[in-house]
């Protein structure tokens, strides 16, 4: 671990116990879901890796420029270098300055999804993803499958598959199967893919009927 980072996980205080998540009450599927989220997205606002990436997004904290998105992308990095309660200290401060209304704070709980999801905690990604969503007037294209992931990692899979059924309504060409999935989404990771390939499996098996 770097020096600035040991620095920031040093100064962090009371850090409290890991949250323990509950399966969150989820809306039932809508027919189609075409809008686009411009909060949909990594916050990210320096490049690089290792020490000189952690450097940098302390520059950015000290000098007081973009302090959300450092933030953000400091607690991605410091779990994926293991520093799981350093992270999460973050992003419970980003949560705490945020509100679900605006697209700052939409913005972090997206991201705060998917750093759950990688942690192997579906429920919690799911809880995040849906309050990302919980104030929108809009279907965004990216909640279907993205549901549909966390539902099937965990061990729902009969609702994986009702929230898959919504993106192949949407975009029939797209979800039909699973060969498009690089294209359709670059940001996942190759297990990620592989396993919403399985909830594909399951919807050709016997796609639900709508409504």
Do not use: H
């Not at 998540?21 to 027919?31: D, F, I, K, S």
């Amino acid at each position: 671990m770097s020096v600035s980072l040991k620095w920031l996980a040093s100064a962090v205080l009371a850090l409290g116990v890991a949250n323990a998540w509950a399966a969150p009450a989820l809306p039932a599927p809508q027919e189609f879901y075409f809008d686009t989220d411009a909060a949909a997205a990594p916050m990210v606002v320096a490049q690089g890796e290792g020490d000189e990436l952690v450097a940098q997004l302390m520059k950015q904290r000290q000098r007081g420029r973009k302090v959300l998105e450092a933030n953000i992308q400091l607690a991605s990095v410091a779990i994926g270098m293991g520093r799981t309660e350093l992270g999460e200290k973050l992003y419970r401060d980003a949560l705490a300055d945020t509100t679900p209304q605006s697209a700052a704070g939409r913005g972090v709980r997206w991201n705060y999804g998917w750093d759950l999801m990688r942690q192997g905690q579906p429920l919690g990604a799911l809880e995040q993803w849906l309050s990302a969503t919980s104030s929108q007037y809009t279907n965004p294209s990216w909640v279907p499958p993205t549901f549909a992931l966390a539902l099937w990692r965990a061990g729902q899979q009969q609702e994986a598959v009702k929230w898959y059924a919504a993106a192949v309504r949407t975009e029939p060409t797209q979800w039909s199967d699973s060969s498009r999935y690089a294209e359709l989404l670059p940001g996942w990771r190759d297990d990620e893919r592989a396993s919403l390939a399985e909830v594909q499996q399951a919807w050709a098996a016997a796609p639900p009927a709508w409504p």
